[in-house]
């Protein structure tokens, strides 16, 4: 009995950790989006939007209602630069406090105003899923929700960007982690990382 719990118990901890390991791999600069590799061409038609469920609906409102209110922490903003054969990271940090709620439309509105050691104060404001223009959705469990925006920008010169932002959204117990990966043309190109409380 006491080697079956031993054995059960160290399967539950070596399987956290594994989660909580993926989820922290850092992302390389210029990788390929997850979306990119997955769909190939079909990455690039931003005129084929994802309908949600009356499920999906119906939880997404909920996790949206456990996370309405106040929280602060730290943030962490992560760019990428330089020659493709050579990129560099940069990373800011900041203290956070965000406020969560939803606006006249339903959609969740969160307003974030980040410290930084230089005594530079910014504001950040997100509507999520705010004009539903959602490419992939995945409940990876009812706290943990990943989901992604596309959209095509011009350049100064007349050329066209794909720009995908990828969020995952984890609550746990009082902890919320936001994270919004961004890439441009389908590579990795930064990251906005909210841990709060």
């Known amino acids: 009995m006491y080697k079956k719990y031993n054995i059960s ?5 070596l399987f956290s950790l594994l989660i909580h390991t993926n989820n922290a791999i850092a992302k390389d600069c210029y990788e390929k989006s997850p ?5 190939k061409e079909k990455y690039y038609d931003i005129d084929t939007v994802k309908n ?22 730290e943030s962490t903003y992560t760019e990428c630069s330089g020659p493709d054969s050579a990129p560099r990271k940069k990373s800011v940090h900041a203290s956070i406090s965000v406020k969560i709620k ?32 959602i490419f ?10 990943v989901f992604s925006e596309r959209a095509l920008k011009k350049n ?3 050329s066209t960007r794909n720009i995908e932002t990828i969020y995952e959204i984890t609550l746990d117990g009082k902890s ?10 389908g590579v990795f190109v930064a990251e906005d990382k909210w841990s709060v409380n």
Do not use: C, H, P, Q
Not at 136 to 145: A, G, P, R
């Open 176 to 185: 919320l982690i936001i994270v919004r990966n961004y890439y441009t043309n």
């Open 136 to 145: 992939e959705f995945n409940f990876l469990s009812d706290n943990n929700l």
């Open 35 to 39: 979306n990119l590799i997955n769909l």
């Open 102 to 133: 939803s606006n006249s439309n339903d959609n969740l509105l969160m307003v974030a105003k980040k410290s930084y050691l230089n005594n530079i104060i910014k504001y950040d404001g997100l509507e999520l899923l705010g004009d539903l223009r």
């Open 52 to 73: 949600l469920s009356d499920i999906e609906k119906t939880k997404l409102n909920n996790l949206f209602n456990r996370i309405k209110g106040e929280w602060e922490g």
């Open 156 to 158: 100064n010169n007349g």
């Open 9 to 13: 118990l160290i399967v539950t901890i």
